[in-house]
């Protein structure tokens, strides 16, 4: 198996653009998660899928960030207008249900200039 | 509310020194727990886990016990390498059977040769 795939792996833009940031899960896990990483914050889970559906989305920070997931593997995030402060390292996640272990993917590194 | 709290770091050892992280958790009902450790550049990965009191986890040389009456699941090594530098995350799961982890604040441990 590939593992959980994300892309782009760096990403750079300059504030005000749209970033849009892709995950494909393992083949067979029914659950989704994103998460974002940085120094000051650690590790916050933003959003999580279960079967395609959002079941929790507390943690998104703002309106600015939307996520969606149109079928069983392909998710997206998305960030419009992005900000300086949004400069993470996103993961994304995939798993059974019910098993509580996460796979993760290798993350994508957004800077936003 | 459930969460994890962990040993602070960074923690610097000698190879070959014992390793010890300690993790406490709050959480109403029986949570699995795990360990994750993250390698420079890389996502998550699961380390081991244990999914009810006294079982131990074990991998890699690491263990990790689920101890209820203390609440607690500390991770341990008998002699550790230079590649076991990295970030190590302790995580309960929802004991309500939701599908979010907690995870601490993850400890960075640098092993010196």
């Known amino acids: 198996d590939a593992g959980v795939i994300q892309s782009p792996r760096h990403e750079v833009t300059e504030m005000g653009q749209e970033v849009t940031l892709r995950c494909k899960p393992i083949s067979g896990h029914n659950s989704l998660f994103w998460y974002r990483q940085t120094m000051m914050r650690g590790l916050e889970l933003l959003i999580y899928?279960?079967?395609?559906?959002?079941?929790?989305d507390s943690g998104m920070p703002e309106d600015r960030f939307s996520a969606k997931m149109p079928n069983a593997s392909f998710s997206t995030l998305k960030i419009q207008p992005s900000e300086p402060r949004d400069s993470a390292v996103y993961f994304c996640a995939s798993s059974q249900l019910f098993t509580g272990e996460q796979f993760f993917g290798p993350g994508t590194r957004l800077t936003v200039l | 509310g459930n969460s994890v709290t962990q040993m602070e770091g960074p923690v610097t050892l000698s190879e070959e020194a014992f390793l010890t992280i300690n993790c406490t958790y709050t959480a109403t009902g029986y949570p699995s727990l795990f360990w994750y450790v993250q390698y420079p550049g890389e996502g998550l990965q699961l380390l081991l886990k244990a999914t009810k009191a006294d079982d131990k986890g074990s991998n890699k040389g690491f263990e990790a016990t689920y101890r209820k009456e203390t609440t607690s699941f500390h991770l341990e090594k008998g002699s550790v390498q230079v590649s076991d530098s990295a970030v190590y995350f302790c995580?309960?799961?929802?004991?309500?059977?939701?599908?979010?982890?907690?995870f601490g604040q993850g400890t960075r441990l640098t092993i010196n040769p």
């Open positions: 899928f279960n079967n395609n559906v959002p079941i929790d």
């Open positions: 995580a309960l799961s929802d004991p309500q059977g939701a599908q979010k982890l907690v």
